[in-house]
């Protein structure tokens, strides 16, 4: 059974960081492509951040762009993503999200396991 569990979320102020991270397990990690997502309520679920098998491939959502970063531990099992400079726009739902097939996408369509969610809020 596939289980991703994030955790690192919380309050801060506009301008701090925070670290989420995401605990894989049931899968098999080194082949599995990663990403982040946030969702505030009305508002579909949209692609953050996402990361490939080894690390060496990234891609941002042009609204993170060079405030966030993330990144992945194969050994154990763990893909984190660092915010800094954050705004309260960043305020949502921040979910890890697994993709089996080859290739990274930016759809939520195309990730098959997600985590419970971790709440980010940012206040100004």
């Known amino acids: 059974q596939v289980q991703l569990v994030e955790s690192g979320g919380g309050l801060v102020q506009a301008g701090g960081s925070l670290r989420l991270s995401c605990a894989a397990s049931g899968l098999t990690f080194r082949t599995t492509i990663m990403a982040w997502f946030r969702q505030v309520p009305g508002k579909e679920r949209e692609f953050v951040a996402g990361i490939n098998w080894i690390g060496a491939s990234t891609y941002y959502a042009d609204s993170v762009k060079g405030r966030f970063t993330i990144s992945r531990d194969n050994d154990k099992n763990m893909v984190s993503l660092q915010m800094r400079s954050l705004k309260p726009d960043d305020t949502a739902v921040y979910y890890c999200?697994?993709?089996?097939?080859?290739?990274?996408?930016?759809?939520?369509?195309?990730?098959?396991?997600w985590g419970q969610g971790t709440q980010v809020t940012v206040s100004s």
């Open positions: 999200a697994a993709r089996l097939s080859p290739g990274l996408v930016t759809g939520q369509s195309g990730y098959q396991h």
